[in-house]
């Protein structure tokens, strides 16, 4: 039993093979291509005829794409969305999609409904829905929307106005795909709208995401896989659900990296520096998981309320450009880039990189170390300590406490970080590092995240609330794919509700499991 | 009279996070209704508190409740409408302008957004000058004005008026009004004369947060230090430059206490600084010696882009800049020491303005 895992990056598209017992027996880089499936299909076939293993014997396949988010970026194949917002006369004073860049805008949505509906913070209804005006406002998209978004206040709370909402949709416009605000994503109504409004954009991209995927499987005789997609939190969604949720995607790519980086260092809880040639990303791994941002997260302009992986990146890599000024050192920000073979000193280029350094102090042995030798010793040891400087800052402050924590060290321009940092405990430079993105994709988890909104009371305790919540996120998990006894409460987050009186609280548990 | 467009109301809202001194939380939702006001019905007419008459009506526009809830249910936007003719019929007389009551988060904004709707100025000065967490907390309370009759009103269309015989009953029965309601209302308080708001209101605060928002934006592409040149704008005083190295948080009766603890960075080097906050900064001490207590402003500041730092988001390693800004005068006097100087806030420090603190501070 094998398992693919492939992860499509700005650059390159990755594919491995992984055993039973998690072992990589095969992996591939080539070239990402401007349509994206030519470069999957070619890794796919190269990596297969790396090895000899039996392709019926390939039971996962596992994909990490940034299709999604190109789609929303470049505004390509979008769907025109039909929008419904319950909640009023809430909400009025802010329509739908108000601060996104007018482009995108224009290319996704020109006809929104704000209809009577919606929650108070208990649940109470601010209104019932009306069956006549959601049934007016359907016949009023038809035939102008490939596809409708339906949010509603205090849906997390509850979600039966969305739930009702779209069968009336349905009832009129037939089947159409609609994406419901309180399946897609948290607290927040304007945040939540845009990224289901996105969801909904997406269907037709989804489409040609996972019948791409699966069709350059069959292509390669992989007829007997299970095919996934990797979500923004490391975990996995089946080809249905990806269908209907394309924008959990949009994040999966430095995640795949934070989690290839773990499982190769076999640490659960670390940083990760990924050195690349222009800058550094540092991310941290929380029981195997990145650690989420807690900012709003940007997709294409449109704010969101996604749980993106929470990365700070700083302008040093590989082929960052060093100068010299009458007596200071200058450390880029700009970089030589992919041209580094070219350019830098090491390779008879004419500029002085990072990498030049490193090798001047013997850190590494590429390129010509001659062609470094006229850098003075003195020089070349305080630009590392600057450079080193730079590195210790970003990790620091990305650390949680003052303690000393584990270091993993990936990406193709690692060779210009010291061994020994300050603030760190041990520095891991893991086998195989070039493809953790798509090993990522390949050990990637199926997972369940709950969230609601409980108001506590003698009849419903704190621990009480925690218990149906983990209940809820065990049970899907379990529907998502997860082996019963694999599955692990990974994340309790509790929130007591500031100037909210009647003692309430956000409880968000999140389960994952293995495959079975 | 002067105009704001969009890109002013961006830079106000950066500019009063600042100003916000670390509280008045995300301004996000206000911010959005003022731009959508704005689109709607044009430009937002601001008149300086100078040029008023002096028998003009004048109302501070604010939300009252829970932040987390607005960031749901979000206004119907026609609120203010009802709730200005409420006060209209009730005082018999048109209301001339609106002003807000804090130059902080979400309150900073809506009163831009219903002088777009309504049609009117907004006054270019608050009773703050700063954010502060409790109602009677404004300057017009030094001067004996009362916060009544006050409109509470809801997206649904309900609207209250509230007469009652002090500012503390206000601030009890709107409370329970705002849970009945649904968690969060729209209110109109402070009715005020012209010459009223002359005495008492903080000046040109709306400038002053443009100014600072677009000095925070512009700071990037000049060649001076981007916090050398906010301070230079907004007469500051840098006290302070370190990482983060704890936040201690405590919630009590529905306010955010806690203290954060720098370690100093570059010519802070050696020194430690340590900052009190109940929703906003009250004070900060370097080495153990205080350099700054409220009601003067304590302020916090990326190192890198300047961006305003809300104790939310106060997390260990941050980089930050402690700015210290001097407090409008009147808050500087017996009274208004009394209602929001450092003993009020239950610390035993005297206050002393933070000009003369830093003359004498062995450690700036």
């Known amino acids: ?516 | 009279m002067k105009e704001l467009n969009k890109q002013s109301i961006e830079d106000i809202a950066l500019g009063a996070a600042l100003l916000g001194t670390g509280g008045g939380g995300d301004p996000y939702v206000g911010k959005l209704m003022a731009l959508q006001a704005v689109e709607n019905y044009g430009p937002v007419k601001v008149v300086d508190v100078e040029s008023i008459p002096d028998d003009a009506l004048i109302v501070l526009t604010a939300m009252m409740g829970a932040p987390t809830v607005l960031v749901e249910k979000i206004a119907n936007g026609g609120e203010f409408k009802r709730a200005f003719e409420a006060m209209e019929k009730y005082l018999g007389k048109k209301i001339y302008a609106t002003m807000p009551i804090e130059a902080g988060g979400v309150n900073s904004m809506i009163p831009l957004a219903v002088a777009a709707q309504m049609g009117i100025p907004i006054v270019d000065g608050d009773g703050m000058g700063r954010a502060f967490p409790e109602l009677q907390m404004v300057t017009y309370h030094l001067h004996g004005i009362t916060s009544g009759p006050m409109v509470v009103t809801d997206e649904k269309g309900n609207v209250s008026i509230l007469e009652t015989i002090n500012n503390k009953w206000s601030e009890n029965i709107a409370r329970a009004m705002t849970v009945a309601q649904g968690g969060s209302v729209m209110i109109c308080i402070y009715p005020m004369t012209g010459k009223q708001v002359k005495d008492c209101a903080i000046r040109d605060i709306m400038s002053y947060s443009e100014k600072i928002g677009a000095s925070i934006r512009e700071s990037t592409k000049k060649d001076i230090p981007p916090i050398k040149q906010l301070l230079d704008e907004i007469d500051g005083y840098e006290l302070f430059k370190g990482k983060i190295v704890d936040v201690l948080r405590e919630t009590k009766s529905g306010f955010n206490f806690g203290t954060v603890k720098l370690e100093g960075i570059e010519k802070y080097k050696e020194k430690n600084c340590e900052v009190n906050f109940q929703n906003e900064n009250l004070v900060a001490k370097i080495n153990q010696e205080v350099i700054a207590t409220t009601p003067d402003l304590i302020c916090m500041v990326d190192t890198d882009n300047i961006s305003p730092i809300t104790t939310d988001a106060l997390k260990y390693g941050r980089r930050v800049v402690v700015i210290g800004l001097k407090c409008n005068d009147m808050w500087r006097t017996e009274k208004g020491l009394e209602t929001v100087g450092p003993k009020y806030f239950h610390y035993d420090i005297d206050y002393v303005p933070i000009e003369k603190r830093i003359k004498e501070a062995s450690n700036v």
């Open chain 1, 1 to 516: 039993m094998y398992r693919l895992g492939v992860d499509v990056g700005g650059t390159n598209t990755d594919a491995v093979i992984i055993d039973d017992s998690l072992n990589i027996i095969a992996r591939i880089k080539v070239p990402t291509t401007e349509d994206v499936s030519t470069g999957i299909y070619k890794a796919v076939a190269q990596v297969l005829k790396d090895t000899k293993i039996d392709k019926k014997k390939i039971n996962y396949a596992m994909l990490g794409t940034t299709q999604c988010t190109n789609a929303i970026v470049e505004r390509k194949n979008l769907c025109k969305v039909g929008i419904i917002r319950l909640g009023s006369p809430a909400t009025h004073s802010i329509e739908p999609m108000i601060d996104w860049p007018n482009e995108l805008k224009k290319s996704i949505s020109e006809n929104y409904y704000i209809l009577k509906g919606g929650y108070e913070f208990d649940g109470r209804e601010i209104n019932p829905i009306d069956e006549k005006e959601i049934t007016d406002a359907a016949k009023d998209m038809k035939g102008k929307v490939d596809s409708v978004a339906i949010s509603c206040v205090f849906s997390p709370v509850k979600a039966d106005h969305e739930y009702n909402a779209a069968k009336i949709v349905k009832d009129v416009l037939g089947d159409i795909p609609i994406s419901l605000s309180s399946e897609v994503a948290s607290m927040g109504l304007l945040e939540r709208e845009n990224a289901t409004i996105l969801n909904s954009a997406l269907m037709t991209t989804a489409e040609i995401v996972t019948e791409g995927f699966v069709s350059a499987l069959k292509k390669e005789g992989i007829k007997n896989a299970k095919v996934y997609l990797c979500q923004n939190d490391g975990t996995l969604m089946n080809v249905e659900y990806t269908k209907r949720f394309p924008i959990l995607t949009v994040a999966c790519g430095p995640t795949n990296s934070i989690r290839g980086a773990s499982f190769l260092s076999k640490k659960e809880n670390a940083i990760v520096l990924d050195v690349g040639g222009t800058t550094t990303d540092i991310g941290v791994i929380v029981n195997s998981f990145p650690r989420e941002s807690s900012l709003a997260a940007d997709v294409g302009g449109a704010r969101t309320n996604f749980r993106m992986p929470d990365i700070m990146a700083i302008g040093l890599g590989g082929g960052t450009i060093v100068r010299k000024d009458e007596s200071e050192i200058k450390i880029g920000p700009d970089s030589v880039g992919y041209k580094l073979t070219e350019k830098a000193l090491c390779f008879g280029g004419d500029t002085m990189t990072a990498t030049d350094i490193a090798v001047r102090l013997g850190m590494a042995d590429i390129g010509d170390s001659k062609k470094v030798a006229h850098i003075p010793m003195d020089f070349a040891e305080k630009t590392m300590d600057l450079m080193t400087a730079e590195i210790e800052e970003g990790i620091d402050k990305m650390k949680l406490s003052a303690k000393n924590v584990p270091v993993i060290l990936v990406g193709g321009g690692g060779i210009i970080v010291k061994d020994k940092i300050k603030g760190v405990s041990e520095l891991i430079k893991p086998n195989n590092f070039p493809v953790a993105n798509a090993i990522g994709a390949g050990i990637a988890q199926v997972s369940g995240t709950f969230e609601k909104l409980f108001t506590l009371s003698d009849k419903i305790t704190r621990d009480d609330a925690l218990e149906t919540a983990k209940k809820e996120a065990f049970q899907i998990a379990l529907d998502a794919g997860a082996r019963e006894d694999s599955i692990d409460i990974v994340e309790v987050e509790d929130v007591p509700l500031a100037y909210h009186p009647g003692n309430a609280t956000r409880i968000k548990v999140k389960a994952a499991g293995n495959l079975i």
